[in-house]
């Protein structure tokens, strides 16, 4: 107890050293006195503490002193909001974080040029720099950024400005030109780790369909980024995104899988050793944000204790870890993540025994004490001590998201017993594919049920009305009222003995079954779920076009009579293009037979980048024209997976089987006329189709009367005249849209020549999915609108 007010004061003293206009020697000479009254006091107990925990108050202050950021001309921030371009020279220092549409560089800063100012300085400090997403970016390039720095903006219910700060980050370059001029110029050793990760991060993607490849790459190696909005906002609504981020529950089932082994392996102390450098490499690799750099701290210092033959208690490792990382960065304290991680542990701490003791003393009333301990146990760790740790931080999460969940205590007890056995089949499968893709396959089928059912779960429990609540504004006062409450009733009420040690909480599975029928009953359980979802996937017999909610851009999908897939353009977003792809494939079968790029332009290619990370692509077939920027970075994605690349000329045919085909009608350099035709079912596709090809094809007999026809250009009245849509007189209009592109009211260039149609448009719709068996036609979308 007496470390963690020490803690506790420390913490307090670095938020006075921020608040307070004290300097460095009046901060010491407060520290000073605050020791002499100690000595003065010391027969007196209460005094003399009073006056010692004033000691590490002021230490704190003094300690945060020196990470103001002063901006001065050898500082790069000092060149911020100049609103001139400017070029800064610097070396990447952090993992490539790949967005959907940008990386995210941070720059340690070498030098600085301003020609317009006349300005070449030499100067130290971090930034953040929004480069190209379509070059691959290593940690340790050295390059050249230009653009416009700014200081970093706060926004709304999110502190930006301050996020940034934390890692020293004070300058934004939010549109930058990028080129590298060399590499390799950062810490080797970090650069091996880096380059790990990226690889494991590789296999992930082609071992795990998406999303639920993102969330084991969020869950096992800290990236996240490519977890679709919408899921995202799922695992907001049910309180579950500490399920997403590295967190001390993922380093603790690590950490005892790590004793666990590395004892067998190699006896209790040296594994002890052994299992502290694999949870420091661990930290490592997945980035040691501030709340893994705790978790690993005690996770460190529990190592220690076992190694001494001791054990260890939760406050005094909970404080220790604090004071260990603001000492290094005391700014770590304003960190979001750091604060949730920091109360979650105390209030397992403070209040996971005591429920867990008080639901067995509730099952006592009529049961024995052993059957009482046997029910109680899973309730507790998997409902009262996610009800502990929200006791603590519903302040932090009405501060910072001001937003409460209604139904994290029922979502959480649903998704976090499988967490163990995800981590653990899912490192598994990431490290044996990492080594060779088919090696770790056949587990990856089995381990993705996890993160499927997780996915599922989390979508099921967001969907319950007023699953979470909006709270408005928090004051601060209110926070530190709630907590002065809470934690001084906590001491009021707490029963000795004093000290309480802490205990690492791992999942355990409760049962009075043989565990040859368990594994039995689990095995049985898993095959019969991958059994249906192969089933789910066979195909039908029908012909299947989907036109994907891409947002920008189109992108369709085509699924044969006999099972085959054909991809046509991809829009412009790659996490959204794969999280919809992975709604049609199979995990066994993560292909696709064609890749056609119908259009060069950055709305129908961008989102192809990177698609064979995800997919094994068979052909694919191209235009002739050259394109610029995406559309070369897709050809060489193609290379690169070894893709044979033919290029399609007018009267190129794909069979798709079972009489079915695919038919380039025109082509032009920007785009193309496809037919796909199954007997009488004729589907009309434009992708990329500039006006001059729509002219040129006013009088194709071809064209007349098509049963669907998916519009160029959203339907643009520019690229579709009136001439044109009689042409095709089609039975159901398509549209591809992003939301808020055009109007909710149906176009009048479309409504005039074509009265009484069904026009149906991604960005009302939703994906929209066409079906025929050669003579009829099934349509069934997302969302159906009145």
Not at 762 to 778: A, F, P, V
Request: glycine share 8%.
């Amino acid at each position: 107890m007496k470390l963690f007010l020490l803690g506790m004061m420390w913490m307090l003293g670095i938020t006075a050293g921020r608040h307070l206009p004290l300097t460095g020697w009046q901060w010491l000479t407060l520290a000073a006195g605050s020791f002499l009254f100690a000595l003065l006091f010391r027969r007196n107990q209460l005094h003399r503490w009073l006056f010692l925990l004033l000691i590490p108050l002021c230490l704190g202050a003094i300690r945060y002193l020196p990470s103001e950021i002063i901006k001065q001309p050898g500082h790069v921030a000092f060149y911020n909001d100049l609103d001139v371009k400017t070029t800064v020279t610097g070396v990447v220092v952090a993992d490539p974080d790949v967005r959907d549409r940008y990386t995210a560089l941070v720059l340690s800063v070498e030098r600085v040029r301003i020609p317009q100012m006349g300005v070449t300085k030499t100067v130290e400090g971090r930034i953040l720099v929004r480069a190209s997403r379509l070059t691959d970016w290593r940690y340790g390039d050295w390059v050249h950024a230009e653009g416009l720095l700014e200081t970093p903006p706060e926004m709304d219910g999110f502190l930006y400005r301050e996020y940034l700060g934390i890692q020293g980050i004070h300058s934004l370059m939010p549109t930058a030109y990028v080129r590298k001029i060399g590499s390799d110029r950062a810490n080797p050793i970090l650069s091996m780790i880096f380059d790990l990760r990226t690889h494991v991060h590789k296999a992930i993607l082609r071992l795990f369909p998406e999303p639920e490849a993102s969330l084991l790459s969020g869950i096992l190696l800290g990236k996240e980024s490519g977890i679709p909005p919408d899921l995202l906002e799922a695992y907001n609504r049910t309180g579950t995104t500490h399920i997403i981020a590295i967190s001390g529950f993922n380093i603790t089932i690590l950490a005892g899988l790590f004793i666990s082994v590395f004892g067998r392996w190699f006896g209790a102390r040296r594994g002890g050793w052994a299992a502290a450098a694999a949870i420091f490499l661990y930290t490592l690799l997945v980035g040691a944000d501030p709340a893994v750099q705790r978790a690993a701290i005690m996770g460190g210092l529990a190592l220690t204790a076992l190694h001494l033959g001791r054990q260890t208690h939760g406050l005094a490792s909970l404080s220790a870890a604090a004071i260990i990382m603001t000492l290094i960065n005391p700014r770590t304290l304003w960190d979001v993540g750091f604060q949730l991680s920091f109360f979650a542990t105390l209030g397992l701490i403070l209040y996971a025994d005591p429920l867990r003791e008080g639901a067995i003393r509730f099952f006592n009333r009529w049961l024995t004490l052993k059957r009482s301990e046997k029910i109680a146990n899973p309730i507790s760790e998997f409902f009262l001590f996610t009800l502990a740790a929200q006791i603590t931080t519903l302040p932090l999460t009405a501060i910072h998201f001001r937003r409460l969940s209604l139904v994290s205590v029922l979502a959480n007890p649903v998704i976090l017993p499988l967490q163990p056995l995800l981590m653990i089949l899912g490192g598994l499968a990431s490290l044996l594919g990492a080594l060779w893709i088919p090696l770790g396959q056949p587990i990856a089928w089995v381990a993705w049920l996890f993160p499927a059912f997780t996915n599922q779960a989390v979508r099921f429990f967001a969907e319950w009305p007023a699953a979470s609540i909006s709270l408005g504004s928090f004051s601060y006062p209110l926070v530190l009222a709630y907590y002065i409450l809470l934690l001084g009733g906590t001491w009021v009420l707490s029963l000795p003995p004093d000290r309480r040690p802490g205990r690492a909480t791992f999942i355990r599975l409760q049962s009075d079954t043989d565990l040859r029928l368990r594994l039995s009953l689990a095995a049985l359980a898993i095959i019969s779920g991958l059994t249906w979802h192969k089933l789910a996937h066979q195909p039908d017999g029908d012909l299947h076009i989907s036109i994907l909610d891409v947002g920008e851009g189109d992108a369709v999908l085509l699924r044969s009579p006999n099972g085959g897939s054909v991809l046509i353009n991809g829009g412009s977003s790659p996490i959204r293009l794969t999280d919809l792809l992975n709604r049609y494939t199979s995990i066994f079968e993560r292909e696709l037979d064609w890749l056609i790029i119908g259009g060069t332009s950055y709305d129908q290619v961008g989102g192809l980048t990177r698609l064979s990370d995800h997919f094994v692509i068979r052909h694919s077939l191209i235009p002739r024209s050259s394109g610029k920027g995406s559309f070369q970075r897709v050809l060489e994605d193609l290379d690169e997976s070894s893709t044979p690349k033919t290029v399609y000329e007018p009267g190129h045919r794909l069979d798709l089987g079972a009489g079915a085909f695919l038919e380039f009608l025109s082509v032009s350099d920007s785009g193309a006329l496809i037919m796909v035709q199954w007997d009488s079912a004729r589907f009309l596709l434009a992708p990329g189709a500039d006006p001059d090809l729509i002219q040129d094809s006013l009088d194709d007999p071809r064209l007349r009367s098509v049963s669907a026809v998916l519009l160029p250009a959203g339907g643009y009245a520019a690229v579709n005249p009136d001439e044109w849509l009689r042409h095709l007189n089609p039975g159901v209009i398509l549209l591809s849209l992003r939301t808020g592109e055009i109007p909710a009211e149906v176009p009048k260039n479309i409504s005039s020549p074509l009265p009484n149609r069904s026009i149906l448009r991604t960005d009302i719709n939703g994906t929209i999915d066409l079906t025929t068996d050669g003579s009829k036609l099934w349509i069934e979308v997302d969302r159906v609108v009145d």
